[in-house]
């Protein structure tokens, strides 16, 4: 079946860097991809959507430049989290559409703490 | 945009009694309505879902049942085991030869009593 692999899986970082987010479709061609954001007890919530070769649809009240969605293969996604801080520690998740597979496929999540 | 409510946020059932997790959704070009359980820190894993066109779809124990009239759908576990203890997220979206971003339920925390 469809495979999406996310990574790192866990990243700590220092509050003013920015941290990188991978998701890999490994076996089918993820034209959509999104990306999802979920804090402790909380649901998950869209962030933005991105379509490959073009720019990233953004959700009311994310904020683009902070978040850097970048889509330029149809087998790879990343959302760059920039100038992070404590705020966007958080659970983020990533989503693959193709045009042939059926429903969504999730990555395994990325835990993201700032210090 | 679409917006989804769900009900309740925790059920305690006892183990070998049913469970209904209730959803309503707001926007009527939805077609789409996945259910999921998520574990603590891993990602949500589809447990079943069913499009617009149909009203009810079963793989076992689980079912779920769609009144588009009423936009509202339904979760129903039978005979629950500790196992199926989780959080449960009912999601809805738009699925065409494009396809919209999830928006799923605040969730429900199924507690099996032994």
């Known amino acids: 079946g469809a495979v999406v692999s996310q990574h790192p899986s866990w990243v700590i970082c220092k509050s003013g860097t920015s941290v990188k987010i991978e998701c890999r479709s490994l076996?089918?061609?993820?034209?959509?991809m999104f990306w999802y954001r979920q804090f402790p007890k909380q649901s998950l919530m869209l962030m933005a959507t991105?379509?490959?070769?073009?720019?990233?649809?953004?959700e009311q009240g994310v904020e683009k430049d902070k978040f850097l969605i970048n889509h330029a293969s149809l087998t790879l996604s990343t959302l760059t989290v920039t100038s992070a801080h404590p705020e966007d520690s958080s659970f983020y998740i990533c989503?693959?559409?193709?045009?042939?597979?059926?429903?969504?496929?999730f990555g395994s999540g990325t835990r993201l703490t700032v210090v | 945009g679409e917006n989804v409510e769900q009900h309740p946020s925790t059920l305690s059932v006892q183990e070998g009694d049913s469970a209904v997790i209730k959803c309503t959704y707001s926007?009527?070009?939805?077609?789409?309505f996945p259910w999921y359980k998520q574990e603590l820190g891993k990602r949500p894993q589809l447990i079943i879902d069913?499009?617009?066109?149909?009203g009810e779809k079963k793989d076992q124990r689980i079912a779920v049942t769609l009144n588009k009239t009423a936009k509202h759908f339904s979760l129903h576990i039978t005979e629950t085991q500790p196992e199926d203890s989780a959080v449960y997220f009912c999601?809805?979206?738009?699925?065409?030869?494009?396809?919209?971003?999830?928006?799923f339920g605040k969730g429900t925390h199924l507690i099996i009593q032994p």
């Open positions: 989503s693959a559409r193709s045009q042939t597979n059926y429903g969504y496929t």
């Open positions: 076996d089918f061609q993820a034209t959509t």
């Open positions: 991105s379509n490959e070769g073009s720019k990233a649809t953004y």
């Open positions: 926007d009527s070009a939805s077609n789409y």
């Open positions: 069913i499009r617009s066109n149909v």
């Open positions: 999601a809805a979206s738009w699925l065409g030869g494009g396809a919209d971003g999830l928006t």
